[in-house]
């Protein structure tokens, strides 16, 4: 489909319910080795738990060959094969998301971009979902979304980062495929870049298991809670700068300077920059 059409999806909303049910939340909190990983009804939902709820019940035979719902329903038929969760923007607002309580998703295409890298040709759908409860709108979330090219043949890789050197807070993560497949069923996703050795080294290029980038995130805001179990967040955002694979230990660090402004990062095996990410604690609460 020409791009010109494919611009045709700007503006195409969604709107989606669900039950913050208690489950889920208990499932992330084992996954991710909660001390009490036990959330009940009445609880806050932690900042980016969001992403455990509000997905369609797709249908086997409505899945692409990677694994995705198949284009064109909601998201725009984009032709290029890869499909990565680049980055996010996150505004905290309202009244946030309890355990227990149905709240709603409205999801909206803001924009579709179509650019030329190092790579070959990419697209970028950023979707913009405001997610809100009985007593209001929660937050809203920014969702970039970029399409590319397939892997190439001795394709080179974008020249790596150094990770910031000065984390405050920092752990060792090591995402071996069980943890990868527990975050994929508890997020019923299907990508196979997750989960399914052959067809990531094979079909789409890369050396190992993908971590999905929205456990990066949630694994980055974790370590704040961990490490400022009372403070707010206002705002987070974060960008994907490189994959993390399943092949080696990882790291996720932070450092804060005291004025709620918190820096966060997830760097590889060799002290390379994965994911970069800042946050900004609510004052005063």
Known sequence: MPLENIRDWIGKSQRVEDLIAPWP???LAATLDEADPNPKNGDILPPLWHWLYF?????????GPDGH?????FLPPIPLP?????????????????IGETASRKSEIKSVEAKTGSTGAMVFVTVEHTLSSPRGTAFVEEHDIVYREAARPGEAARPPKPAPGDATWSKNIMADPVLLFRYSALTFNGHRIHYDRRYVTEVEGYPGL????????????????????DAEVATFRFRAVRPTFDLHPFRVGGDADGDGNVRLW???????????????LRQGA
Do not use: C, I, Y
């Open 266 to 280: 997830a760097q590889d095996h060799e002290g390379f920059l994965t994911m970069d990410a800042t946050a900004t």
């Open 82 to 98: 890869r499909r990565m969760w680049a980055g996010s923007r996150f505004r905290f607002d309202g009244p946030p998301l309890r």
């Open 210 to 229: 993908v971590v999905h980038g929205p456990l990066l995130a949630t694994l980055l805001l974790d370590l704040v809670r961990r490490n400022a179990p």
């Open 25 to 27: 939340a208990r499932a």
């Open 69 to 73: 719902a198949e284009r064109g329903e």
């Open 55 to 63: 997905h369609e019940a797709t249908l086997q035979s409505k899945l």
